[in-house]
């Protein structure tokens, strides 16, 4: 169970994600329905991935104003039954400094067969 105070901190961070959408919404027309399908179709073709994964695949999407707002579509791609949690990992970017990172579970995978 979270305490106040990790509670405070995720609703915070949900509340800048949602702001972060909207911005990106404002500057790029449906940027974030446009995110959320990108999210979907990296859903289909893998099992586990990180939002960096999906980042990294989107690359004809324009990068939101604030890297946030993809929280915002990770928190929606979990709602729609797209994804669940699976386990904390480490992020791959060198920047990221192996900061925790959610991994996804797919709901929607292909199978290979």
Known sequence: ???????????????????AAEHADHQHADWSDLALQ?????????TQFST???????????????????GQV?????????CVKSHIGTSKLPHAHGRWITVWASNIARSAA
């Open 1 to 19: 169970m979270l305490n106040e105070g990790t509670q405070l901190g995720f609703d915070l961070a949900q509340a800048g994600a949602a702001r």
């Open 38 to 46: 990108a999210f979907r179709d990296h859903a289909v073709s893998h």
């Open 52 to 70: 960096e994964d999906v980042i990294a695949s989107a690359v004809k999407l324009p990068p939101p104003p604030d890297k946030r707002a993809w």
């Open 74 to 82: 990770a928190i929606k791609a979990r709602r729609l039954g797209i």
